[in-house]
C-alpha cells in the first residue's frame, strides 16, 4: 500500500488526544464500548475479568498499522473499528468459538481527534454487539515521536460452548474442503480505491468493512469439521497453511470455486472487467474477506451457509495447494494475480 | 523521554525481519517462547485455547512504544521483553491473580533484526516462566511506513483461583494503605540514563527490568484486601485512582512511607545527592517499578511483603491523595518532583 496522505488536519484540533489527556480519550472511548454480558469486571480496573463458562477461553491478536492495514482516506474511523474487530472476531470464529469480549490497544499520535477515535470505538462495538461481545480493556498510549501512524492492537476472547477447537492440523485425505464467506472482494475493493474510484460500492464497502460468516464457525466444529481456518492471507496462502499442518495436498475444483464465488456475476467480473484482469486471481490470492474454509469427513452434512469447494489428498510428495492438479501459485500467476497471498513486510 | 537514536545499525541485516519473512519471524520468535501448562491449543493456529479452571479468566492490555516506554540504547532486547510482561503480569497481580499465558502483537520496522525480536521474546518468556505463564499467540506486522520505531502490545490472561477480584473501588474510610514492592527505583534509574550514565547498577537495572512483587497480590486477595492496583503511573497517580473510584481520601504517612522504601539508604539517596535532590519525589511521582498498593480492613493481618504506608479517611470534600494532610501534589512539587505521574502523552 502506498504511503497515506494525511487525512486529519495535522495541527491539534480542540479534541486532540494530547488537549484532552489519556484518561479523557479513555472515557470517550469507553463510553462508546457497549457492555459484554460476560464481563464480570468491565473496563477501568488494572484488569478486566470475563467469566468462561466452557472452563477454556480462546485466544487471538491482530494488530493494524495505519498505512500497512488501512488508510484514513480510504476508511472512517468507523470502518477501522468494524475490520480491526471483524480480523479478530474470524480467527476466534475459525477455532469454532463465540467472541465474548475485545482489549484493545491504541498507540496513535497525539494530535489523533478523539472524535476520530471514538469513531474507531463505535466500529469496534458495532462489530461485536451482534455476537453478544464488547471492549473490555485496553491501553492507549502516544505513538512513537517519528510516528504519524496510529498502530491497532485486538485481542478478542471467545467462548467454545463445550466444542472441540477446530485446529488447522486435521484434515484427512479423503475429507472435502468447504467455503462460508466470500473471497476476492476486500482485495477486489483495494484494487478500486487505488486507483482513485469509490465504486463499485459493494467492493468498496467489502474492503473496508469484511463480513466474515461468524456462525459458520460454531457450525462447522459441530458438524464434525475435521480442520478449519479463516482466509486472511488469501485462499491459496491459507489453504496452504492447512495444507502443511495437516500435511496433506488441498485440491481446489475450480468449477466449485467459480460457482460459489462468483455467481451470479457481480462487481468482481465488472472490476476485473474494466482493469483487463481475472476476478479468480482476487478469489484465489486476495486476502482479509475473513472467509472460512474447513476440511468435512466425506460423509459430513455440511451446514447451512458451507458449499465444497475442493477435496484433500495424500500428500507423497509433500503438502501443496493445487488447482485441478496444477500448483495453485502457477494458476494465479497465469490469471494475472499480482502476488500469491497477502504479505506483511516490505 | 528524548528522541531515541537509532541504535541498531539500520541497514537491512542478513538476518532482518524483511529478509526472513513474516513467517520466518514467526518461527524463531516462538522457539523462545516456552511452553503454558494452561494452554490446550498452544501458538501457531487461529488462536490459542487456554483452560480456565476457575470459570473467569483476567485480561489486560499493555502498549509499549519504543522512544516512549523503552530505548533500544538503554535497555536489551531481553530487558524489553522482560519490561513489557511485567506491566501485563503486574495488573493480573493486582486484581489478586496469577498470569497464565500472554499474547504479543509487535509491529516492527522491516529491518529489524529477528535477534533482535528474540532477545524481546526470551525476556518475555523468563519473566512468565516463574508463574508457569508463556506466550501462547500473537501477530507480527510491519510497523508504519513512517516509523522506524517498533511498538509491542502485550495481553496478559491470568487465573483468579476462586478469589473474588479485589478492584479499585472498594477502599472503606479506617482501612490502612499498605505496599508491596520498591518505589521510585524506576524513576531514579531513568534519571541516571538521561544524564549519560549507567550506575548505579541498582537503580539502571530496576528501570530496565521492574521487579513487580507479582505473589503479593493473590496474597493480599486471600488476606481480604478491600482494594489493589498496581502503580504503574506513579504512587500519588495510581492512589489518586484508587481514592477516586472508592470515593475516599488516600493519606500517606510521611514516616512509615520512608521506612518502607528508603530504608536502609541506597542508590536513590545515592543519585538524589549527586542531583540534588530528594529520593521522596521519585517515591511518591515515579512509576514502572509496579509496585502494589492495596486498602485492608483495619483488624486484617497483612501478608508477607506487606506494610502501612498509610490510612483510608472518608471525602467530605472528594477524593484526594495527601501526605501527612497535605495534598499530595503540593508535597511532591516541594520535593522537586518533575510531574506528579507518568504523563503518556507529550
Redesign the interface.
Known sequence: MT?PRPLVPREDPADS??VV??FGVIARVLARAGAAPAA??GP??????????D???????????????FRRDWSSAEDIGHKAAAANL???A??G?VTT?L?????CP?DTSTAWLEGVATGLAEECAPLGAAV??????????????V?L?V????D?GGRV?V???GARPGDVLALAGRLGWSACGLAVLRRGFTSPVAAVAAHRRPAPPYAAGPAAADAGATA???VSDGLLADAGHLAH?SGVVVDLDRTALVQATLEPPGPLQQVAAALGGDPLAWVLTGGEDHALIATFPPDAALPDGWTTIGAVREAPEGPAVLVEGEPGEIVAEALGAEGTGH????
Do not use: I, K, N, Y
Request: glycine share 12%.
Open positions: 504511503r488526544v494530547r489527556g489519556e464480570e469486571v477501568g480496573d488494572d484488569a478486566a475479568v470475563l467469566r468462561t463458562p472452563g477454556r477461553v480462546v485466544a487471538t491478536t491482530d494488530v493494524l498499522v495505519e498505512g500497512r492495514h474470524a480467527d476466534v475459525a477455532m468459538g469480549a482489549l484493545v490497544g491504541l498507540a497525539p473490555v480493556g485496553g491501553d492507549t498510549v502516544s505513538a512513537a515521536p517519528d510516528s504519524g501512524a498502530v492492537s485481542t478478542a476472547l471467545g467454545l477447537p485446529l488447522r492440523s478449519m481456518c479463516d499442518d504479505v506483511h513486510f516490505r
